[in-house]
């Protein structure tokens, strides 16, 4: 779907269609650009808005941006406010994806550091494909990316190349979406989404030093395992052949929320969508639209 009609651009709320920049920018030559993918949820009952972790996705893009070593006067609330003012302006009725995006807007050398472009655009979004019947994975001949090439941690758009070679691979091999491994030969993450599965009824996580993006809705998740089963999540190493005997996996992540996996390699499931991935979608639903009033600090009001 295309982005709503205005957007914020560099202080400023403007038609969408205006929001450009220089071809000669530094991001052109050299992809210094971070982002974060933020999603909103309208909740019809109560007729409202609520953006979900706004101010953690905030707080990431900060770190971002210094781990970038790019010099800004842009602070956590100038994110936040971008994205409030925005929405205030547009007052749509109907979930979104929201997207903050900072970039070097020099004209210069590589090793520029300033000055910076900010800018937010909202999109309509519905549910991730495959979000009731599962999706079919490919463990990817692609290796992710490691800390000491490109630190996965950093939210910039350079680190997606890779993410978006191992989908593209999986999709002309007949497949949804993929899964990369690290390294070490351990699971990472799937392009732009964090992984778990379930095996003998203990969930399992890779760890952050993994070489996956340090994933607030994998942290939350953590937490609604917790919360919801009494269940601590096990983060650790995983090895490739361990998750084709799961019971049940899933990706999360801002755009695929909790999508269960149907198959890895051909190997499928022992559920397509299990018991727990399931349970985790219905509290998904009811937190992040407010039904369920439980973290109000998890959700911001528009």
């Known amino acids: 779907m295309p982005p709503l009609a205005r957007a914020f651009f560099n202080g400023k709320i403007i038609p969408v269609e205006d929001a450009k920049i220089s071809a000669n920018a530094a991001v052109f030559k050299y992809a210094t650009?971070?982002?974060?993918?933020?999603?909103?949820?309208?909740?019809?009952?109560?007729?409202?808005?609520?953006?979900?972790?706004?101010?953690?996705?905030?707080?990431?893009l900060v770190r971002s941006v210094s781990l970038m070593r790019m010099k800004s006067d842009f602070d956590s609330d100038y994110y936040q406010n971008a994205v409030l003012s925005l929405l205030r302006e547009l007052k749509p009725a109907l979930d979104l994806h929201i997207r903050q995006s900072v970039w070097l807007d020099n004209d210069g050398s590589m090793w520029a550091d300033s000055p910076l472009g900010c800018v937010v655009i909202a999109t309509p979004s519905g549910r991730p494909a495959g979000y009731d019947t599962g999706i079919k994975m490919q463990v990817s001949s692609w290796t992710r990316i490691n800390d000491q090439i490109m630190p996965a941690r950093i939210k910039c758009i350079a680190n997606y190349?890779?993410?978006?070679?191992?989908?593209?691979?999986?999709?002309?091999?007949?497949?949804?979406?993929?899964?990369?491994?690290?390294?070490?030969?351990?699971?990472?993450?799937?392009?732009?989404?964090?992984?778990?599965?379930?095996?003998?009824?203990?969930?399992?996580?890779?760890?952050?030093?993994?070489?996956?993006?340090?994933?607030?809705?994998?942290?939350?998740?953590?937490?609604?395992?917790?919360?919801?089963?009494?269940?601590?999540?096990?983060?650790?190493?995983?090895d490739r052949s361990e998750v084709y005997t799961a019971d049940e996996a899933?990706?999360?992540?801002?755009?695929?929320?909790?999508?269960?996996?149907?198959?890895?390699?051909?190997?499928?499931?022992k559920k397509a969508r299990g018991e727990?991935?399931?349970?985790?979608?219905?509290?998904?639903?009811?937190?992040?639209?407010?039904?369920?009033?439980?973290?109000?600090?998890?959700?911001?009001?528009v």
């Open 161 to 238: 190349h890779n993410g978006r070679l191992a989908s593209m691979q999986a999709r002309m091999d007949g497949y949804d979406n993929a899964l990369l491994l690290n390294s070490r030969g351990k699971v990472a993450e799937a392009p732009g989404a964090c992984f778990f599965f379930v095996r003998n009824g203990v969930p399992i996580t890779p760890t952050v030093t993994s070489d996956i993006l340090e994933s607030i809705n994998r942290a939350t998740i953590i937490q609604m395992f917790k919360e919801q089963f009494g269940i601590d999540v096990e983060v650790r190493d995983a």
């Open 33 to 60: 650009a971070v982002f974060e993918g933020i999603r909103a949820y309208w909740n019809s009952d109560e007729s409202k808005l609520y953006v979900f972790k706004l101010v953690e996705h905030s707080d990431r």
């Open 276 to 301: 727990m991935t399931r349970a985790l979608q219905e509290k998904w639903e009811a937190i992040t639209t407010g039904r369920d009033k439980a973290h109000p600090e998890w959700r911001t009001l």
């Open 250 to 269: 899933f990706l999360c992540g801002t755009a695929a929320e909790v999508t269960p996996i149907a198959s890895i390699d051909r190997f499928p499931m």
